[in-house]
Every structure is written in structure tokens, then in C-alpha cells.
């Protein structure tokens, strides 16, 4: 006995030390037994893989994956499964020992041990699929206590977990650079504290949406009247570049739905797309904007109820010609006690999806009130992979032309109201218009001014006339078509068209055609009118074709004139002493080349026979000579079967008239026939130069008599 006591002894203390460096090499082997044991019959599992020996800095591992279920509640008909993924961890402990009097500093009574964990990444997804979340270099940490008072327990008291730049994604939708300070506790019935959540940008397939700067506060504590409802607080967003905020956003549990309404903050309108092109000097727009959208989110479909969009008085979009000069501006501003800009907007929008992935969007319906009239669409689908839509906006009274102001070498005011259809297919970036149709009962008052240099009063009374033109028009209609490659054409009709200037007036009457325009790409700067026809002087007038070149300010065409009475042209030139019957016809080629015209072999004949009246006077009889006092008396009752004229003009003025009469005067030499021929050369423009002078006198002094008045 005395010969293997010692031996014992020795191998019970040797056996002390290896059992500790057993179980120290062991423990990665075991620990994740004995943890899948202790699981069994858990909501949860958790698997360790890669595990390390401990270590006075803790102990690591190459994964740890974990999941749970919950147990179902009455807000919720599924169960869902939540799993967390740890990559590259390591767990550190930090016990704190508390000892009381009976412990003899042997045994401590409590152990409060904060457990800190870290990792490369962390992933947390849901089945079925719902979300998936990831973040880079997390930081759990945790506390819990361990007591021996009443037998050995171990309570957890807290876990906090701060998000940093962390992303979330569902199908194609993914945030990013979300941040969020997870803080549960055992004082606060595990209930997720009230902290702010924000997201710094959404994405959609990839691509950056127009939505950033989320911020909200969110906690898990719910309503006790509505238990199955969490809410964010205080939300607000960026949209494009406009401020909006909510209340509040709920999501129902078990409806799943998600409600809130959207208030957009005011901001300058051109700041907004499409109209942050302009610079300070030509701004593309100007004003501000606010707006508030009721949305509902369920069953991949969004809803929006009666959202509105105002703008402040005055607010308008402005139209620049090539040389940065405003043509014409479009009034938006919300009128006091009248139409505002958009309200009553509802529209529903279904978020179609393929295999679980966002496949498109489906428009079922849109409407709203617009300018004091109505706008709706017919439902359409937008497929990201072709980004090809279809659809036609409907227009019903919108009051838009009075909200139409014109700038520069352009004034005038337009009234009425505008409905019609407008057939839009977009293809990826590019937008086609298909026989668009748009008519008004209303029309305008358009006023040409071209810019005049400064002149003295001697000036004014002997310069040319005055080319302002003014152009009035009713009751517009058109169809207009639109490729996708950018070319125009629209096809016009007017109930009457006036045309107004110093040297007279003239009213078309239901005039038509077809205006084209960006169809040439090598030459943009074409403009061409085709199939043109109107009323003119009881008779008609049409163009087949002409083409203008607007960088060039030139154009060749041929007026084609039919059924125009006699009288009426003769009337047209002020003459008081000419009577005459019957109608003509002809073609008039005429060149224009930088606002100066030319008429080249223009000619117009009788279209059946007529009689011509000259009342000549006995002074005028009596000082013509024989062949002059011929004529006057052959005219004096001339019934004639042949009238021809020819007509040219240079583009200096310079014109020659020709008329070759041929027919009888029952009162003149029996009535024999006579044939007359009667020549005119005039410069025209020259005439004209000198029928403006009064007018420019009147001018003047209407002038004079103003400022008068203003004394």
C-alpha cells in the first residue's frame, strides 16, 4: 500500500491538469453538441462551425448560423422563420464577480457578464423570403447574470446591436446605408426602444431611385387598440430633390397593409426634373411648389386617394427660343378663388412580379382634376426589361390657353378651354405621340412685333410701315403625331384665322393644313406646311407644299386661288369707280428670302363671263385723250368673255400687271367686240412706303396725345 499510494496520488494530480487541457482542446468539438442538445424542442437552432479553443480574449468561430421561429399570434396567419448568419466571429467575455458573506471569497454569489461579439459580416433573411439584411463589421453586446441565490440561474438583462451603413433588400428594391440602434432589455420588457431609423438611399434593379434620406422613429412597443399595427413617427424623406414628410406610416400585420400621407414641403420648382436645366438668366421655370399624397401600400398595390399638388401665384414654366430669348411662359400659380394646379388625384398601381422578382409596373386607373378640368389615363403596363409602355391620356375642359403668356417680339392673350385624346407610347428614353387629337372651342389674339431701332420723329413719318402683324384665330383643332426619332407633324383646322397689319386686313375661313417639323435631320430648320386650304373672299386658297427654312428665312411655294370674286379683289385695293361681276382663278409663284417676297409669271383668268363697270366722270372723259376716252367709254358697260392677267414682282417692289380683256358694250359702237389691253408698272412697295406715311403721322401723334394725358 505504501508503494502505490504515492503512485496514486501522483496520477489523481496529473489527471487535474490534463482533464482541463482535454476539455480545452475538446471544447470545439463538444461545445456544439452539447449546444444542439440543449436546443432540442426550441423555437430556435443554432449551428457553430470553425470553432476555437478559448482563450483569455475569448473564443472565435468561422460561422454561426442561427434560427427562429416565433410562435404565431393573432396578427399573423404564418409562421415566418427568421435566420442569422455570423461570418468570421469572435466572442469576448467580461465577467464582473460579486461575493456575499457566506461565499468565503470562494464562490461567487452573481456573475454579471457582458458578452461582446464581432464579426466580419451579418446577414439576416426570412422564410418565406420577405427581406434579407446584411451588415458589415457588426457589434452585439450583451448582458447577463448568473446566481447561485436559489440554485444556479442565468438571466439575460440586455442586447444592443447599432446598425451602421447597413443594407436591406427585397426582390429588386434594396436600401442602403441603413442606420438603427437595436435596444432590448429585460427593464424595458424586451421591447425594442423608440430610436431614429434612417436609410440613405434606395435602389431599384440596380439603379439609384429618386428616394433618399429616410428618417423615422421607430420602436417595437405597440398600441394596445391597434396591437397588430407598428408605426413609424416623424418620417421624412427626400423625393428627387423635394422635401416630404409624414405623420406618421402604419403597417397592419395581419392586413399587411402600410398607409401614410405624404406632405411635400414647398420648394422652387426648378429645382424639380425636367426643369433644372435652365440657368440664373434663363430659368426653365420659376415659383414654388408643395403638394400631399394619401398613400396604401397592400397586396403589391399602391393606392393614392385624393392627393393634391398647389403652387404659388405665379408660378410658371418658361419657353426659350435657340437664342436663349423667352417666347412664351405656361401659368401654374393657383388663381385666388379659382382652379388649382392638381387635386383629386387618384390612381391605383400594381407592382407586378415574376419568379418572386419585380417584373413591372400596371397602371389600372389615374384621374385628377387639372386647371378646372379633368385628366385620366387608360390603364397601361410599364416592363422594365423592354421599358415599353402604352397609354392615352384623356383631356376633358382643361382651362389651359388663358394661362398662356407670350414674350418678347410676341403679345397677346388666348382663351378657352382644351379637351381631346393623346395616344403616348414611351420606348425606353423616347416618347411617340399618335394622332393626338386636341380641340377648343376658344381661340387668341397673337401679335407679331418686330423690334424697331430708336428714331427721330422726322424718321418715323417717312420710314416704312409699321410690320406689326396681328393674327387672331377660333376655335383650334388638331391631331398631332409624334415619332420616336423627334419628328412633328400636326394637322391644323381653324374656324377663321385673320391676319391684321397697317396695309389691311385679311380673314381666312376654316383654314386647314398639315405643319412638319425636325423630320430632316440634316436640316432641322425646315418647316413645312402641306395640304394647306381656307376660305378667302367667298372664293378658296390652297398651298400644296411649301418648305421654310427658318436659319435661312427662305422658302418657295405657289398659291393656288379659286372662285375669288372680282369685286372683292378690286374692293381689296380700295378702288371706288370699278364695278365688276364674275369670279377668277390661278397660281401665283411666289419666293421669300428675308421677310422680301417675289412673284414670278403669277396669272389669273376669268372662270366664266362677267361685266366690268368704270364710272368715269365727265372731268376725267374730258381731259383724257381719244384713246384713254375710248377706253372709258368701253368700260363703261363692258361685258366681257375673256379676262387674263399676268402678275410679277422683284423683290425690290418692282411689279408689272398685265390684263388682256376681250367681250362688247351694247352701248358702246353697237356693241362690237373689242379686245383691251391694259399694262400697270408700279413699284409696290414704294406705294405702300407712301399709304403708311398718314398712318405713321396718327400713330405719332396718338402717341403725343398719350403722354399728354399721363402730364
Known sequence: ???????????????????????????????????????????????????????????????????????????????????????????????????????????????????????????????????????????????????????????????????????????????????????????????????????????????????????????????????????????????????????KIDYNLKDKKTRFTLSLAEIPLSQLPGFDRGGSKTPAASGMVSGSLPIEFQDSTITVRNAALAATKGSRIIFYSKEKRALFSFDIGDAKGGDKLLHELNATIKLNSSNKKLSGLAIRSMSAMLLGGKISSTPFSFDPSTRISRFTIKLNNIKALERVKLHGDFKGSLSGSISGVVPITIDKSRFAVNNARLHSSGGGKVTIATPRKKQTTQERIFSSANSDATYTFTEPDILLTRTLDGSLAIRFKLSRLGRKTSSGELLLIAPLGTITLWKNRLHPDIVSLTDFSSGLLDGSLSIARVDYDMAKKSAETTLHVNNIPLQKLLDLQGTKKIFATGTIKGDIPIALKNELFEIRNGGMNAEQNGQIIYASTAEERAAANQGLRTTYEALSNFLYVHLNSSLSMTPDGKSVIAVQLKGSNPDFQNGRAVELNLNVEQNLLELMRSLSISSNVEEIISEKALQMQKK
Open 1 to 247: 500500500m505504501k508503494k502505490w499510494l504515492p503512485g496514486t496520488l501522483v496520477f489523481l494530480l496529473l489527471l487535474l491538469v490534463l482533464l482541463p487541457v482535454a476539455a480545452w482542446f475538446s471544447f470545439p468539438f463538444v461545445a456544439p453538441l452539447l449546444l444542439s442538445r440543449a436546443l432540442e424542442g426550441k423555437p430556435f437552432r443554432i449551428e457553430l462551425s470553425g470553432l476555437t479553443s478559448p482563450g483569455l480574449s475569448g473564443l472565435g468561430f468561422r460561422q454561426l448560423k442561427a434560427s427562429f421561429t416565433p410562435p404565431p399570434d393573432g396578427c399573423s396567419d404564418e409562421p415566418i422563420t427568421f435566420t442569422l448568419s455570423l461570418i468570421n466571429g469572435r466572442l469576448s467575455f467580461h465577467p464582473v464577480l460579486s461575493y456575499g458573506p457566506a461565499s468565503w471569497g470562494i464562490m461567487p454569489d452573481n456573475v454579471d457578464t457582458e458578452i461582446t461579439l464581432l464579426a466580419d459580416s451579418l446577414s439576416l433573411g426570412t422564410n418565406p423570403e420577405l427581406f434579407v439584411f446584411s451588415d458589415r463589421t457588426p457589434q452585439l453586446t450583451a448582458r447577463i447574470t448568473a446566481s447561485r441565490s436559489r440554485g444556479l440561474s442565468i438571466k439575460p438583462l440586455s442586447l444592443s446591436y447599432p446598425v451602421i451603413d447597413g443594407k436591406a433588400g427585397r426582390e429588386k428594391l434594396r436600401l442602403e446605408g441603413v442606420n438603427y440602434r437595436v435596444q432590448l432589455s429585460e427593464a424595458g420588457k424586451w421591447q425594442q426602444a423608440v430610436d431614429t431609423l434612417r436609410v440613405a438611399a434606395l435602389y431599384s434593379d440596380g439603379a439609384a431611385s429618386p428616394v433618399s434620406n429616410f428618417k423615422a422613429l421607430f420602436g417595437s412597443k405597440r398600441d394596445p387598440l391597434n396591437p397588430c399595427t407598428l408605426t413609424l413617427s416623424n418620417c421624412s424623406v427626400d423625393l428627387f430633390e423635394w422635401q416630404a414628410s409624414s405623420q
